[in-house]
């Protein structure tokens, strides 16, 4: 069965002088359209570099990864990329930010007044339609962050990456953008890949959570799907069986299974 996003035996080295250093061995993931995927794992282990190989951000020394069955050999729009910081240009205005990359892409196929609505229509998505003049100064980092999704979104990607998309937000910043993420996947149905250090942002928001060994040579250690019905209510989960079960295994592996060296 062919699926729509996939990784096979992806496999890639650093070379730094003399010395080359294997970081990814043999990673093979099927993601199906729709999913949200989390990967966790110990600090180092080469969750970034997999997730800049499936942006085309990095090309894998081994493997490959199709998209619909066609190789991902560099960047493009299909893929959008959130990073932890913020990338808002600090010269333009919210909406400016948002409007580029759709000028850019749909310049041709919309016309001006679509891509003024669509740019708002994305802005909304995200609660950010009130701040449309403000600068990335003048706004706060959840605000920041709710702009650089509208940003992705806004390209209709077929795979949305986020890296570590709440990890700079105060926890209850974060957890308001979970729920917003998971309003807009309910919404929208995108593919996603996010990675995460935080186990129950992992099982809150995730259909299967990869869970990677540590490296050097790092692997899918294990595949946890989290068969949680959605809508999902962070409150109502906290006692929740297969909830409670879902974290323990993550943290099983994570700290029983493949603990970090360094803390060992
Ligand atoms: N361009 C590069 N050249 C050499 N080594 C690299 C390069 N990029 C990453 N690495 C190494 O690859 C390994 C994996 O890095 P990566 O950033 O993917 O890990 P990570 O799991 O995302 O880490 P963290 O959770 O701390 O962000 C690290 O040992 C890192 O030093």
Redo the contacts with the bound molecule.
């Keep these: 069965m062919s699926s729509y996003l996939s990784l096979e035996s992806v496999g890639m080295e650093?070379k730094?002088g003399g010395l080359t250093?294997v970081?990814l061995k043999d990673v093979d993931l099927k993601i199906a359209k729709g999913e949200f995927v989390s990967i966790i794992?110990h600090?180092?282990?080469?969750?970034?570099?997999v997730l800049n190989i499936i942006a085309g951000l990095l090309r894998c020394t081994s493997g490959g990864v199709l998209l619909e069955n066609r190789e991902v050999d560099s960047p493009g729009p299909d893929r959008a990329v959130v990073f932890q910081n913020h990338s808002l240009l600090p010269w333009l205005t919210v909406y400016e930010n948002v409007r580029l990359g759709i000028d850019k892409v749909f310049g041709r196929s919309k016309s001006k007044a679509e891509r003024h609505d669509w740019t708002m229509h994305n802005l909304s998505l995200v609660h950010m339609d009130h701040a449309v003049r403000k600068y990335p100064e003048e706004i706060s980092g959840g605000m920041k962050q709710r702009v650089g999704i509208a940003r992705a979104l806004a390209m209709e990607p077929k795979v949305l990456l986020m890296d570590e998309p709440f990890g700079a937000l105060d926890a209850l910043t974060r957890a308001h953008l979970q729920d917003s993420l998971m309003e807009i996947h309910a919404t929208l149905g995108n593919t996603v890949i996010m990675?995460t250090?935080d186990v129950d942002e992992a099982v809150l928001l995730s259909d299967r959570i990869v869970m990677m060994t540590n490296?050097p040579a790092a692997t899918v250690g294990e595949v946890l799907a989290v068969p949680l019905p959605r809508p999902r209510h962070r409150l109502a989960l906290a006692e929740d069986k297969t909830y409670v079960h879902c974290r323990s295994e993550v943290l099983r592996f994570l700290y029983e299974r493949h603990r970090h060296p360094a803390a060992a």
């Design positions: 650093f730094r250093s970081v794992g600090s180092g282990c080469g969750k970034s570099t990675i250090h490296g």
